[in-house]
C-alpha cells in the first residue's frame, strides 16, 4: 500500500496495490499492520456506506464534536467524487485549507481525514456509492456541519453545477460562525 502525504498533516491518501488477472483484480482495502507501519493507529468501529443517484449530489461539510471526533477512511466503490477535507483547528498553521482529490472506483485511492478536518464530497457520475471506515460511532448530538460554499475556505469544486443538498447541508452556517471545539496540537 502506498502512502501520499497531503499538504495537511495527518490528511493521507493510500492507493493499495490491486493485482489482477484475467478473472478480475483483489485488493486489501485496509491492513492494520500496514496502517501501524504507516504510523497510523486507529481502532475503527463503524463501516458506513452511502448511494448518491444523481451526479452532483454534494455531502457535507461533516464533523462531529469531541469527545465524539471522528476519523474517517473514504473510498469510493462506485462511479466517482471529489473528497474534500477542511482543517478546522483553531491555531493550526494550516486552519480553514482544504485538501481535494478523486476517489472512484477505478483508481481505488482512499482518503484519511483525522479529527478536527470536516469532510465533504461531491458526486461526479449518477448512481454513486461511497464506503468509509469510522474510528468513532455517530453520535446526533454531536454532529455539526459547515456551508459548502463558505468563501472563507474557498473549496474549488470541480463541477459547475447546483449541487444537490440535505435540508441540514442548505442550513449550516460559514466557518467563523460554526460551533468547533478543536484546538490545533490537543
Not at 464530497?121 to 468513532?136: G, H, M, R, S
Request: glycine share 6%; aromatic share 12%.
Amino acid at each position: 500500500m502506498n502512502v501520499i502525504k497531503t499538504h495537511l498533516e495527518g490528511v493521507l491518501v493510500f492507493e493499495p496495490k490491486v493485482f489482477g488477472d484475467h478473472r478480475g483484480w483483489f485488493m486489501e482495502t485496509y491492513s492494520e499492520a500496514k496502517f501501524l507501519e504507516a504510523g497510523v493507529d486507529i481502532n475503527f468501529v463503524q463501516d458506513n456506506h452511502s448511494f448518491s443517484a444523481s451526479k452532483g449530489t454534494l455531502r457535507g461539510l461533516h464533523y462531529q464534536l469531541n469527545p465524539k471526533a471522528q476519523t474517517k477512511l473514504v473510498r469510493c466503490t462506485q462511479g466517482a467524487i471529489f473528497d474534500v477535507a477542511v482543517d478546522i483547528r483553531k491555531n493550526s498553521p494550516t486552519f480553514r485549507k482544504w485538501f481535494g482529490i478523486e476517489l472512484s472506483a477505478e483508481n481505488k485511492k482512499q482518503l484519511l481525514v483525522p479529527k478536527g478536518f470536516a469532510h465533504a464530497f461531491i458526486t461526479l457520475a449518477d448512481n454513486v456509492e461511497v464506503q468509509y471506515k469510522v474510528d468513532e460511532l455517530y453520535s446526533p448530538e454531536n454532529d455539526r456541519g459547515i456551508i459548502w460554499n463558505d468563501p472563507q475556505i474557498g473549496i474549488e469544486w470541480p463541477i459547475d453545477i447546483t449541487p444537490i443538498l440535505s435540508e441540514k447541508d442548505q442550513k449550516a452556517p460559514q466557518l467563523k460562525d460554526a460551533e468547533n471545539n478543536f484546538n490545533y496540537g490537543e
